[in-house]
């Protein structure tokens, strides 16, 4: 949520690299952006509201200078203008900020007595203020950034410029992530990697409450007011892995790419079958119940993962949204798996989830893509998704990647209690082998899709139904309609229309039908022609040979495959009708409006 990229360095090109390191960024939030910088010993702000392009139009970048930061916004206090926009400047310092700070108004209010006046609404100029009154009572900015520490509640990760360190760079961090790049004769500061990944591939994690002086040649990192030793690593991927590879968008890309993910993700555990299964995976049979926590397209894998661990594995599973879980009723018993699913690794909630977990004593195990990060470092056991690096803001390829896991531990399990026949298991192998093929044979539909876009593209309201498995599927695909195409859907249980939402099907109302799970797929269909008889325009995503097709006006047809595979099918349609209406609507597909990618936010 919010990006933040700083440089210093012997180059002079320092607005370039700063803007460059911002677009790069944009996926994590474009409501506005803004760059401060040295020139001539003094600091100049410049700031727009918007995307990047914008603020790009506005900068000179014939002018020189080797040390700046920037920032690029989703708004959280205050609305999305100018005023609001980062870098803020107080006196001598200037700061971007992500995060949010939880005491500012008690802070601001203090800060006003003292004479500070602020021209945003945001929590962020807040501490501008008060390191620059911090400041001006001890002349140290490192102890002016640990008593920060001490006064600040929240989250921030800040990248600090004073007038009076033309040659410094300083940083801190407090749960909300930060890094710093270490470059030949450069160092960078960013908030995520892509931020910087074509400029170094050594970087420095700070921890929560470090606090980092960066010169273009040195770098120290201190922590409750002493210097501490740091790790540098190697991000291990270039930045070719974040190109558009001819694809009109990163979201198409990373649509196209789930085959592959597929395999990365199976094959080191299906090597050699399920006794490498076996090997690989954690030992899961001390616990008698899972609850897998997280939030937006990680929770509806994790949906997809009840569904197989209850039938495959005979596990009790439960599901949670992070941020409803963090302030329920602690619930959780002594055998229970704590399971956290995320993409990013940064996810505010499911983070402070997590921690509650630990803290009541269960075992955690995070099912994670980033390597590295923050997530995955708290969990006591990671189990890596190989997605690669996911730019589109909707998840698609890290979605399935999740689901691909979680039938991993749903087989592991299974295999483990003598549920599988060794038939079965054959046949579960050749299918994990079959299945990249398939998924291939269905992004090959585009004009189905396509179709099925442009039926829907005139309606405000689309329904997504299902049961069981279905309706975590039809969940995702709702989700993907929403947030990339701006249409309205909504995802129902097929049985549950009747008791209420039913009365909103109308002539034409389009109703996505999904029937892939055949213990219910005469149910399913019954449902289905209690809304065709209504009206509605069906789209039946299936794959039933069932004869009748009279309830449905488009057919998309899933190759039949082992039911623990099937999903990572299903959803493919689902992302592709998506991608499409989007597309005929002329949306921002890989930015859509509002949303971030990393939520590094309560
Ligand atoms: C944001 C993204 C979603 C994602 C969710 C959880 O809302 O836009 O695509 O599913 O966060 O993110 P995580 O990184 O924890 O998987």
Wanted: glycine share 6%.
């Amino acid at each position: 949520m919010c990006g933040i990229v700083g440089y210093v360095g012997k180059d002079n090109d320092g607005l370039k690299k700063l803007i460059d390191g911002l677009e790069k960024l944009e996926y994590r939030g474009y409501d506005s952006s803004g760059v401060a910088y040295f020139q001539n010993e003094n600091i100049k702000i410049i700031k727009e509201k918007g995307k990047i392009s914008n603020l790009y139009n506005e900068i000179n970048f014939a002018e020189k200078t080797n040390l700046g930061i920037g920032h690029t916004r989703w708004a959280t206090h205050g609305k999305a203008d100018k005023e609001n926009a980062h870098p803020h400047m107080i006196g001598k310092f200037a700061i971007v900020h992500n995060g949010i700070v939880e005491n500012y108004t008690t802070l601001k209010k203090e800060l006003m007595k003292k004479g500070y006046s602020f021209k945003s609404e945001t929590d962020s100029e807040v501490i501008c203020a008060l390191l620059d009154y911090l400041y001006k009572k001890d002349n140290n900015i490192l102890n002016c950034i640990e008593k920060l520490n001490e006064i600040l509640k929240g989250s921030y990760a800040l990248g600090i410029l004073c007038s009076d360190e033309p040659n410094y760079l300083f940083a801190v961090k407090k749960n909300s992530p930060l890094i710093i790049g270490i470059g030949d004769d450069s160092n960078f500061i960013a908030s995520d990697v892509p931020a910087i990944l074509d400029k170094t591939k050594k970087y420095v994690v700070l921890e929560d409450g470090d606090y980092a002086k960066i010169k273009m040649d040195k770098l120290e990192i201190y922590n409750n007011g002493k210097i501490k030793k740091y790790d540098v690593k190697d991000f291990g991927f270039d930045s070719k892995m974040i190109d558009k590879q001819g694809y009109e968008h990163f979201m198409l890309k990373e649509i196209y790419e789930q085959p592959e993910v597929f395999r990365k993700t199976t094959n080191p555990y299906l090597e050699t079958g399920f006794d490498s299964l076996f090997n690989k995976m954690p030992d899961f049979s001390k616990y008698r119940k899972i609850r897998i926590i997280a939030c937006g397209s990680a929770m509806h894998a994790g949906l997809v993962g009840k569904q197989m661990l209850e039938r495959f594995a005979n596990v009790k599973t439960e599901v949670e949204t992070a941020s409803e879980f963090r302030y329920n009723k602690l619930f959780l018993e002594p055998d229970e798996l704590v399971i956290v699913v995320s993409q990013s690794g940064e996810t505010a909630d499911t983070l402070e989830a997590l921690k509650i977990a630990k803290k009541n004593g269960n075992d955690t195990l995070g099912i994670i893509n980033e390597k590295g990060s923050t997530i995955a470092r708290e969990a006591k056991i990671v189990l890596y998704t190989e997605a690669g690096k996911e730019v589109a803001v909707a998840t698609t390829k890290a979605y399935s990647a999740q689901v691909a896991m979680l039938s991993l531990i749903a087989l592991n399990i299974a295999n483990f209690n003598n549920f599988i026949s060794k038939k079965e298991k054959v046949e579960i192998l050749e299918d994990a082998k079959k299945l990249p093929n398939y998924m291939e044979g269905l992004l090959q539909k585009n004009e189905v899709y396509k179709e099925v876009a442009n039926v829907i593209k005139d309606y405000n309201d689309v329904f997504f139904i299902g049961r069981g498995i279905d309706y975590a599927l039809a969940m995702e695909g709702s989700l993907k309609l929403k947030e990339i195409s701006y249409t309205h859907s909504e995802a129902y249980p097929a049985g549950e229309l009747k008791h209420g939402t039913i009365s909103l099907i109308e002539d034409k109302t389009p109703v996505i039908a999904i029937t892939t799970d055949k213990n219910v797929a005469s149910k399913t269909i019954s449902n289905i022609k209690e809304v065709k008889s209504r009206g509605a325009e069906v789209i039946y995503i299936t794959n039933s040979d069932y004869e009748d097709d009279t309830f449905y006006d488009k057919k998309i047809i899933i190759p039949k495959i082992n039911d623990i595979f099937t999903p990572l099918l299903t959803v493919i349609p689902l992302q592709m009708i998506a991608y499409e209406l989007a597309k005929i609507k002329g949306c921002n597909i890989d930015k859509p409006k509002n949303l971030a990618k990393s939520v590094t936010v309560e």
